[in-house]
């Protein structure tokens, strides 16, 4: 089911394109995390910072999770 929504969110947030990262909800912001173009990474980077406190706990681990991929990925 997970990966269900993380594909699913991942395809609208790249449908969009935005730069405007702010509409976005955390869930999304944390789904395309790898995936943004280096020009909009600094955006990117900037308002994801801001989430990170607000999140729950939920979104947290699905952050954290993604967050080590993203590492052992590279």
């Known amino acids: 089911m997970k990966k269900i ?6 395809l609208i947030s790249l449908s969009y ?3 405007d990262y702010s509409e976005m909800s955390n869930e999304e912001l944390i789904a ?3 995936y943004i173009k280096d020009k909009n990474k600094k955006e990117f980077k900037k308002e994801l910072k801001q989430r990170v406190p607000t999140m729950n706990e939920r979104e947290r681990k699905f952050y954290e999770k993604n967050l080590k991929n993203q590492k052992t990925n590279k």
Do not use: H, N
């Open 5 to 10: 929504f993380l594909v699913f969110a991942i």
């Open 17 to 19: 394109a935005k730069e």
């Open 32 to 34: 395309i995390m790898g």
